[in-house]
């Protein structure tokens, strides 16, 4: 009896510990440190859904009006993840970073400093370029060092980022063949590799045609017929829905007011001398406003639509937030697709180091808060988010980390992790969805 008694007082004592054990555990859990206090309409969208969405075959569009089924905007991940992406949320991204590795040399991480127009500025500010890998043209250093766009790791590891982020097209920084900005060297040829690592994470991609020596209509005719006959039948190629139904690629068209809207009319018109509507090769065009009077031209030039894409707030009359409601009335008024881009921060000094004035801290990812609820305000189709891995304008979304040389003391996310901002992303994209279901009901 007397060892029955020391039997069952020792499985009580056991018990005891052990619930005391689990009470003590919980205590010390905490919060998610960084979400704690989002802005106004930010609040955390919910639980993500335990019952698996099926996916939606290669050609998925996001509907400009009515509402259809969600898995034209919402697809559960390809990968061993449980959670969606939204296809009406766009990155973009840059493919001109290279490393002596891949490419024998380090390619826009020795970035020029930009001198200032005014001989007497310049003058009182850095010249010559940066020297990889201590010293880099950026004022954040990412988690995976200065990487070349060219590996296949590097590639993985972005999509990766971009589906935990949710964002569902990347917006791709496009040249023509052989062709390239004034810093880096041609990487059309690494198109079909991007696209391959896009749809094995349910990514699509637009295009995102950058201005170049000579760029015409006539030459912007070419190039759509380009990369329609090349990668039209890929499967991560985006296609959107217009308003009168059809299923349609989707082109966005950086500095477009460099070309007059007469010149553009030839090609956007359905007038035009070589016009691309009702052809196999239309789409949707969406031009950047900077100025308020290229709200006219864009109308004018027949492009469908206007998006802002600079993250620095009050930069131009397109990124300044307190505008964005205004050309909202216009694009609706006209039937133009507006597509705010939002953006983290802003800070160019590591290239333009005169260039203080224009930048945007990033308060702990406030000011990425305040700029996708500006944009939620004005009800959007799309929004875009600038940027993935524009580097030299510190509005990477991408993991950086800390990082201090006998010359430099980068910025960095702290005291949040690496992915604070692919992590804000998502759970913005799960709420910016959420809404749009309300705005269509």
Not at 82 to 90: E, K, L
Request: net charge neutral; hydrophobic share 35%.
């Amino acid at each position: 009896m007397t060892r029955l008694r020391r039997k069952a007082f020792i499985a009580l004592f056991l018990f005891t510990l052990f619930i005391f054990g689990t009470m003590m555990g919980l205590r010390t859990l905490k919060p998610s440190d960084g979400f704690s206090d989002l802005a106004p309409g930010m609040e955390f969208a919910g639980e993500r859904s335990e019952r698996r969405r099926p996916d939606v075959k290669d050609v998925v569009v996001s509907p400009i009006q009515g509402h259809v089924a969600s898995d034209t905007k919402v697809v559960f991940s390809k990968s061993d993840r449980d959670y969606s992406i939204f296809y009406d949320v766009h990155i973009f991204y840059y493919l001109w970073y290279g490393s002596p590795r891949m490419d024998n040399k380090y390619i826009h991480w020795d970035h020029v400093f930009v001198p200032h127009w005014d001989p007497k500025i310049a003058a009182s500010h850095a010249q010559g370029r940066h020297t990889p890998p201590e010293d880099i043209a950026s004022s954040f250093y990412p988690e995976l060092g200065p990487y070349s766009s060219r590996d296949p790791d590097v590639l993985e590891a972005h999509m990766a980022q971009v589906e935990a982020a949710a964002a569902g097209v990347l917006v791709l920084s496009w040249y023509p063949p052989g062709v390239a900005d004034d810093h880096g060297e041609p990487t059309e040829d690494l198109v079909p590799a991007v696209m391959d690592a896009a749809h094995r994470h349910s990514i699509k991609v637009a295009f995102h045609i950058q201005p170049y020596k000579g760029r015409t209509d006539q030459s912007m005719h070419d190039n759509i017929k380009y990369i329609i006959d090349k990668y039209g039948h890929h499967g991560a190629f985006y296609r959107f829905r217009s308003t009168t139904g059809r299923v349609l690629p989707l082109f966005y068209v950086y500095d477009s007011y460099l070309t007059p809207p007469e010149s553009w009319a030839e090609m956007l018109t359905a007038k035009g001398s070589h016009s691309i509507r009702g052809t196999p090769y239309d789409g949707l065009f969406v031009a950047l406003i900077v100025e308020e009077r290229h709200k006219h031209d864009i109308l004018t030039s027949g492009f469908d639509g206007m998006y802002t894409y600079f993250a620095s707030n009050g930069f131009s009359f397109g990124s300044s937030h307190q505008n964005w409601k205004s050309i909202k009335d216009f694009c609706d008024g006209n039937n133009l697709l507006f597509i705010p881009s939002v953006g983290p921060g802003y800070v160019d000094t590591a290239v333009r180091p005169w260039n203080n004035h224009n930048t945007r801290n990033r308060v702990n990812g406030r000011y990425y808060e305040t700029s996708l609820q500006a944009a939620l305000s004005v009800r959007p189709e799309i929004v875009t988010i600038t940027s993935f891995n524009q580097w030299h304008e510190g509005t990477q979304v991408e993991r950086a980390v800390p990082k201090k040389t006998l010359t430099r003391l980068y910025l960095d996310y702290q005291p949040s992790l690496p992915d604070l901002y692919l992590e804000l992303t998502r759970r913005w994209a799960e709420h910016f969805n959420k809404e749009k279901d309300k705005w269509l009901m």
